[in-house]
């Protein structure tokens, strides 16, 4: 009998947690920057197309952006290239690389290990690495979040963007990219 009661209470825990868990993914930052993402992008017809969170994401959704024009790259290309690229403009990338832990700019040897990690591990990408790659690619690469206007990465480059959505709140862990694509309901439209 106290094995049940045991397992009633922890049953009742467990439903409780849920519930607390529904009220935050209704109320929560990720639910409101959802919202506002789709709104932002339901207005140019266009929804969020996931991409795995697992490091790769920002080269993830490059590398579904490309596919849309007929462009194979894949991820470890793109790693592979980000590096080399950036490794071959230093000056236009080191300034903006800091030791977290002196504050200090990055000295030759972490910088390499900075481009040597963007080939050999999941680290993340950002703007830094965004920028190589609109050199790289000569086109401009459109990142929309929930809470500020549009950036455009590239911006000299004559070209359609590649368009991205970068998510602050997407998963525990935190910020994500994302690819978009075509509503469904408009991409049918389009072929009548």
């Known amino acids: 009998m106290i094995f049940k009661d045991k397992k009633a209470a922890l049953e009742k825990e467990r439903e409780e947690r849920i519930a607390e868990a529904e009220i935050e993914n209704l109320t929560g930052a990720r639910h409101v920057e959802s919202e506002k993402l789709a709104q932002i992008l339901a207005a140019r017809q266009l929804e969020i197309k996931q991409i795995p969170s697992d490091g790769h994401c920002m080269y993830r959704a490059i590398e579904d952006q490309l596919k849309e024009q007929d462009c194979s790259l894949t991820v470890a290309a793109l790693r592979c290239q980000t590096?080399?690229?950036?490794?071959?403009?230093?000056?236009?990338?080191?300034?903006f690389l800091t030791n977290p832990n002196t504050g200090d700019m990055y000295t030759s040897e972490e910088f390499g290990k900075y481009c040597d990690d963007i080939i050999n591990t999941a680290s993340w990408g950002g703007q830094l690495e965004l920028r190589a790659l609109s050199h790289i690619l000569r086109t401009p690469i459109e990142i929309i979040q929930a809470d500020s206007p549009p950036l455009v990465v590239g911006e000299e480059y004559p070209k359609n963007p590649l368009i991205l959505v970068y998510m602050r709140h997407a998963y525990g862990l935190g910020e994500h990219y994302s690819s978009v694509k075509r509503l469904a309901n408009t991409a049918s439209e389009n072929c009548s």
């Open 83 to 95: 590096a080399d690229y950036m490794q071959s403009h230093v000056e236009d990338f080191l300034p």
